[in-house]
């Protein structure tokens, strides 16, 4: 048996190998997938399958699917690579008054409360001045607040939106 060109370590059959089909395919199926990302439901599940021959090597990627996120092999730690994050807008109006609020809720729930972030996307008239900031956040939703600079001076909004971001490290 040779290796693949590309120093990966795929073992790959050679014409005086005696013919096995079983072999060959596992060579290069095992030296494929070993490079790709590997799904798994949980921990658990990674842990369990990932032993013996099939045990990680410095490199290697993983998805899990209870977490929603990409983990790789530190040659003894599996670290996460990416974070999970959804994002999205919302419209609010509301008439003669200093603050308006909005719920909404996440296209999926977070598995544990996330860091979200808010911006009025307008520009127009008295609304420029007017802040907004998440509250209320949970693993499902969180409330949009706008509030005026003055709480004295009333305006009103029609459609204003406001683009969010959550993440989740």
């Known amino acids: 048996m040779s290796n693949d060109d590309f120093g990966q370590g795929v073992n790959i059959a050679e014409l005086l190998d005696a013919p096995n089909a079983e072999v060959l395919a596992k060579n290069i199926v095992n030296g ?14 990674r842990s369990a399958t990932m032993t013996g021959a099939a045990a990680p090597v410095e490199g290697m990627h993983t998805y899990l699917k209870d977490t929603k996120r990409l983990y790789q092999y530190h040659g003894s730690v599996w670290r ?11 419209s609010l109006s509301w008439t003669n ?15 544990a409360t996330p860091n979200v972030f808010t911006n009025i996307n307008s520009g ?6 007017w802040a907004s900031r998440a509250y209320n956040i949970s ?20 459609n204003i939106p406001v683009q969010w971001f959550a993440s989740l490290n």
């Open 32 to 45: 494929v997938l070993a490079r790709s990302i590997l799904v798994y439901a949980s921990v658990a599940e």
């Open 80 to 90: 996460q690579v990416s974070s999970l994050t959804q994002q999205g807008s919302a």
């Open 97 to 111: 008054a200093n603050s308006a609020t909005l719920n909404v809720t996440f296209p999926f729930a977070f598995s």
């Open 124 to 129: 127009n008239g008295a609304v420029a001045r």
């Open 139 to 158: 693993t499902t939703g969180f409330t949009i607040f706008l509030t005026a600079p003055d709480p004295a001076i009333l305006s009103s909004g029609t």
